[in-house]
């Protein structure tokens, strides 16, 4: 059984900052791709960031030069670093990986429980 994690949510003022966690948990072979993503009220899930194993990363064109991805791969652990945040950040930020588990070939996607990011103007 493999689980997602993820804490560090809540509630901030515009300008503010929080920095979201998520452990990967269980009988996991290695770790490919992990991100986050975040779901609006009556929006659609999309992207935020997402880091290779490499720790090469890619973002959303809304939060760069404001978020910061990264990981540690011997935690099996991903983060992101949200500084100025705005309103529109408000969200459920859920967290995703792409796993080996042992004896497989091909890597499974998981996904956290979500977590709760508020944003006040």
């Known amino acids: 059984q493999v689980q997602l994690v993820e804490s560090g949510g809540g509630l901030v003022q515009a300008g503010g900052s929080l920095r979201l966690s998520c452990a990967a948990s269980?009988?996991?072979?290695?770790?490919?791709?992990m991100g986050w993503y975040r779901q609006a009220p009556g929006k659609q899930r999309e992207l935020v960031a997402t880091?290779?194993?490499?720790?090469?990363?890619n973002y959303a064109d809304s939060v760069k030069g404001r978020f910061t991805i990264s990981r540690d791969n011997a935690k099996n652990t991903v983060y992101l670093q949200m500084n100025n945040l705005k309103p529109e950040d408000t969200g459920v930020y859920y967290c995703?990986?792409?796993?080996?588990?042992?004896?497989?070939?091909?890597?499974?996607?998981?996904w956290g429980q979500g977590t709760q990011v508020t944003v006040s103007s």
């Open positions: 880091i290779t194993r490499a720790l090469s990363t």
């Open positions: 269980g009988i996991i072979f290695s770790i490919n791709a």
């Open positions: 995703n990986a792409e796993i080996f588990r042992y004896g497989e070939t091909i890597p499974r996607d998981y």
